[in-house]
Nanobody
Framework: VQLQASGGGLVQPGGSLRLSCAAS????????MAWYQQAPGKQRESVAV???????YYADSVKGRFTISRDNAKNTVYLQMDTLKPEDTAVYYC??????????????WGQGTLVTVSS
């Protein structure tokens, strides 16, 4: 199983970006999906989570500005990032609990995509 993240880049404060993360491989089902951020010199932290049923959870720092969603048919999770602030600058990683066809459930990470918010 592989998670491929994309969509990062340079954006001005107040701007928007949409991150995508597509899962591929021997996938039976994808359970919890999430986005994490790791700012320079800091630990990786959870930003947003979406469950199989579509329930969402957000870090206080991004509530009202970021929206996580998923397309189960495409095995893809998205992160719509609006009203971006310089403090949102970080590498963003997708994460998912994936059940494979042999019925094992393992946790996987994407490779990370850099978001830089700067004027």
């Amino acid at each position: 199983v592989q998670l491929q993240a994309s969509g990062g880049g340079l954006v001005q404060p107040g701007g928007s970006l949409r991150l995508s993360c597509a899962a591929s491989g021997s996938i039976f089902s994808i359970n919890r999906m999430a986005w994490y951020q790791q700012a320079p010199g800091k630990q990786r932290e959870s930003v947003a989570v979406i469950t199989t049923g579509g329930s969402t959870y957000y870090a206080d720092s991004v509530k009202g500005r970021f929206t996580i969603s998923r397309d189960n048919a495409k095995n893809t999770v998205y992160l719509q990032m609006d009203t971006l602030k310089p403090e949102d600058t970080a590498v963003y990683y997708c994460n998912a609990d994936v059940t494979t066809w042999d019925r094992r459930t393992l946790n996987y990470w994407g490779q990370g995509t850099l978001v830089t918010v700067s004027s």
